[in-house]
C-alpha cells in the first residue's frame, strides 16, 4: 500500500510490526472507498490501529448536475411566452412589428446613401 496518507503510519510504527500495520489500513481503505466515511485513526507503535471516529456515510452525487430540458412549446410558436405581450394580439403585432423594423432600417440606410453616391477619387 504506497498511499501517501498512510506515510506518518508507517514512520511511528516499528517495522517490525509494517506487514500487520499493512492489513489493517488496507481493509480501512477498502472499506472507505466503498462507503465514502472519514476515519479518525489512533495508531500504536505496535502497528494495532483503533478507529476513534467515523464520519456519516455521503450521499452519493448524481453524475450530472444539470440536466437540460427542451421547452414543451418553442419561442417562435408563442412569442407571449417570451414577452409581455398578451397572447391575443401576437397575430395581429407580428407582421406589425416586422413591417415597422422594416421601415426603420429602410430610413437609415436612406440617409447613408447620398454619402456614397458619388465614386471614389483615383488616388492612384
Not at 6 to 18: D, G, S
Not at 69 to 95: I, K, N, Y
Not at 100 to 106: M, Q
Request: charged fraction near 20%.
Amino acid at each position: 500500500m504506497s498511499d501517501p496518507r498512510f506515510a506518518p503510519a508507517y514512520a511511528y510504527v516499528h517495522p517490525v510490526f509494517w506487514p500487520w500495520l499493512w492489513l489493517q489500513l488496507w481493509a480501512i481503505a477498502i472499506h472507505q472507498k466503498e462507503t465514502g466515511q472519514d476515519f479518525l485513526l489512533n495508531v500504536t507503535r505496535c502497528g494495532f490501529v483503533r478507529i476513534k471516529y467515523v464520519s456519516d456515510v455521503r450521499k452519493p452525487k448524481p453524475k450530472n448536475l444539470y440536466k437540460y430540458e427542451a421547452p414543451v412549446v418553442s419561442a417562435w410558436d408563442r412569442p407571449a411566452l417570451g414577452s409581455d405581450m398578451p397572447a391575443e394580439f401576437t397575430e395581429d403585432a407580428q407582421p406589425l412589428l416586422l413591417s415597422a423594423l422594416v421601415h426603420a432600417l429602410h430610413a437609415a440606410l436612406s440617409e447613408l446613401c447620398p454619402a456614397y453616391r458619388e465614386p471614389a477619387p483615383d488616388t492612384s
